[in-house]
């Protein structure tokens, strides 16, 4: 059974970096799909952040206005995620989803707030 699972702070103070990790189990990150970054703000919709692929390459969202880094570590079957100079907006649950039709993460709530 593939599990993905979302790790990283709760609470990020405005200007700092949002840092998250995703581990994988029962499956490899190396093998096969897109390993994605979604996100849902509160009474908001999901919105796609980025991506990347087995062959570690990546893919971003051209409407983020935040600069963003998604990179991986083989040797734990970890995908990471790096948002940096967040504001409130950022607030949202954040989830890691595996490509053509999940399984998706269980999210973690990260609020941006001094």
């Known amino acids: 059974q593939v599990q993905l699972q979302e790790s990283g702070p709760g609470l990020v103070k405005p200007s700092q970096t949002l840092s998250l990790t995703c581990t994988v189990s029962?499956?490899?990150?190396?093998?096969?799909?897109?390993w994605m970054w979604i996100r849902q703000p509160p009474g908001k919709g999901l919105e796609w952040l980025g991506a990347i692929d087995y062959d570690g390459n990546t893919y971003y969202s051209p409407f983020l206005k935040l600069p963003t880094s998604i990179s991986r570590d083989t040797s734990k079957n970890q995908f990471s995620l790096q948002l940096t100079s967040v504001t409130p907006e950022d607030t949202a649950v954040y989830y890691c989803?595996?490509?053509?039709?999940?399984?998706w993460g269980k999210g973690t709530l990260v609020r941006v707030d001094s």
């Open positions: 029962g499956d490899s990150i190396t093998t096969n799909y897109h």
């Open positions: 989803v595996r490509s053509h039709a999940g399984p």
